[in-house]
Structure formats: structure tokens, C-alpha cells
């Protein structure tokens, strides 16, 4: 007789996480979930410890303690590069685009499975023009040279180039025009039609209202509020408690 363990509802769980940098303990027990094919947010202040637990999800700080399981399996204890090798693409605030290579160069460094571009799937990549013209338009010019939010627009792109279970986004939106994050916003709702699950910094208000499922508030280093995006929208007061701001 074969047994089948169903996969769990949430795609990433973190229990208790503590992370130190250097002398400094930064996160205070972090508890998160992100639950499968959905969109996440971590909203907070500044020096919450938003991006802190981003890296630390990737392995680019050690936790200290508790627990981080992926799909069921423990990787708090796995190196960045087989971390990555599970299927998770992170976007750094920094975005990580190679400023002295061309668009097109920049895309195939992030195909690990392509040494040219006809190896990358064609189908994939006209699906990823069409989430964001200004790849193609700059296609051979250096990444360098684009605007902000066209870089921006790069960073996602170069992280969805193979299929990915999660992407992991520091603050898509950070210093784009409103027409760049409206384009930004229908890039991500499309993105989460296509089923990925996406876990997003954001302080962008109108971003997290357009496409939040879930919601995970944090301060000093712990998460302090979790549940549906439409409910902490719908409630000013709750709002005003966690984020001393009303969306
Ligand atoms: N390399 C580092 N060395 C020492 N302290 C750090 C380092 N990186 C972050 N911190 C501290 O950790 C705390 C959390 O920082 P983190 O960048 O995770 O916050 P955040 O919520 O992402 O904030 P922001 O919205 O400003 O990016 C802050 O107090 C910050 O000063």
C-alpha cells in the first residue's frame, strides 16, 4: 500500500528565527508563512527587519536559531547556491544587474540551464516581453544605461527567466514613476495568475492594496501582525497601530 503526504498549504514557513550580524541581534524570533501560488507582503517600518529576513531566508545570513523549511524540507542550514538550486529567485534591493553587460547578456547569466539565447525557451522569454517591453526594446544595449524603472523591470525578469516555485522581491516598486509602478503592479498580477508564489517587500501602499493576499507586519526584528491583505486595508485603525500610518 502507498502512502501520499499532501504538500503543505504554506510553500515557506519560518518559526523562531533569530538572526545576529556581528555583535548585532537583529532578528527577535521571526514567525512567517507564505502560503502556496499566493502574493505575501512584509510591510513595516524602516529598520523592521524586512530585508534582514529576506537574506536570511536565502542563506546570505545564518540564522542563529529556529527553523526555515521550503516545501516541507529544512534549508536553514543550506548554502545560498543550493538554496537558489531549490527554485527560489531573489531580487535584492540593489537589484543585481550587471551595469556593464548588455540587457541581453544580463538575462543569459541568469539562465543557468542556457550558454546561448536560442537555449533559452523561446516561448518563456516572448511571455516575459510582453510583461515587460523595454527588455526587448533594450535588448542589446547595456543594462547600464536603462532608467530605474526599466532595471527594476530587468531584475524581475532576469529572475523569472526558468520557472521559478518562489521569487523573493526587495520593494519592486522603490523610486519608480507611478505609470513604472502601475506597469510593475499588472507585471505582478499576471506573474500570480501564472501561479508562482511571491513574497514581496513593499511600502508602496497602492502595490500592497492592488496585490496582496497575505500580510505580514514587522517591528524590531519580530513579526507582530499576520493575516489577509483585504482585512488590515479595510481597517484603518489596525493600520495606524502597526504601520503608524493609515494605507
Ligand atoms: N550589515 C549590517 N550591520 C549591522 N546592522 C545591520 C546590518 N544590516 C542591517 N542592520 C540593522 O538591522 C536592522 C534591520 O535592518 P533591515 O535592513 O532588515 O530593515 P528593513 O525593515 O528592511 O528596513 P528598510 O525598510 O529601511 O530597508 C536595522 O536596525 C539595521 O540598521
Redesign the pocket.
Known amino acids: 500500500m502507498s502512502t501520499t503526504t499532501s504538500p503543505s498549504k504554506h510553500l515557506l514557513e519560518l518559526q523562531g528565527v533569530h538572526t545576529h550580524?556581528?555583535a548585532?541581534h537583529?532578528l527577535h524570533g521571526v514567525d512567517l508563512v507564505v502560503p502556496r501560488g499566493e502574493l505575501t507582503l512584509l510591510l513595516?517600518?524602516?529598520?523592521?527587519?524586512?530585508?534582514?529576513?529576506l537574506r536570511t531566508i536565502m542563506g546570505l545570513w545564518q540564522a542563529s536559531q529556529g527553523s526555515l523549511r521550503f516545501d516541507g524540507r529544512d534549508i536553514s542550514r543550506l548554502h545560498t547556491p543550493q538554496i537558489a538550486g531549490l527554485n527560489i529567485a531573489y531580487v535584492p534591493?540593489n537589484m543585481g544587474i550587471f551595469a556593464d553587460l548588455t540587457v541581453k547578456e544580463n538575462m543569459l547569466l541568469a539562465a543557468r540551464q542556457a550558454r546561448t539565447v536560442a537555449q533559452i525557451d523561446e516561448a518563456r522569454l516572448q511571455w516575459i516581453f510582453g510583461l515587460f517591453p523595454a527588455v526587448q526594446k533594450f535588448w542589446n544595449h547595456p543594462a547600464g544605461k536603462l532608467s530605474g524603472g526599466q532595471k527594476q523591470m530587468l531584475a524581475v525578469s532576469r529572475a523569472i527567466v526558468e520557472p521559478r516555485q518562489l521569487l523573493i522581491i526587495?520593494e519592486p516598486s522603490k523610486g519608480l514613476a507611478p505609470v513604472m509602478i502601475n506597469n510593475m503592479i499588472d507585471a505582478f498580477a499576471q506573474l500570480k495568475a501564472s501561479g508562482v508564489t511571491i513574497l514581496l517587500?513593499e511600502?508602496n501602499i497602492h502595490f500592497a492594496k492592488r496585490l496582496g493576499d497575505s500580510v505580514a507586519v514587522?517591528d524590531n526584528?519580530r513579526v507582530v501582525h499576520a493575516g489577509r491583505m483585504a482585512e488590515l486595508a479595510a481597517d484603518e485603525a489596525l493600520q495606524r497601530s502597526l504601520l503608524g500610518l493609515a494605507l
Do not use: L
Open positions: 550580524i556581528g548585532y537583529i513595516g517600518r524602516n529598520g523592521a527587519g524586512k530585508t534582514t529576513t534591493e526587495d517587500v511600502q514587522m526584528g
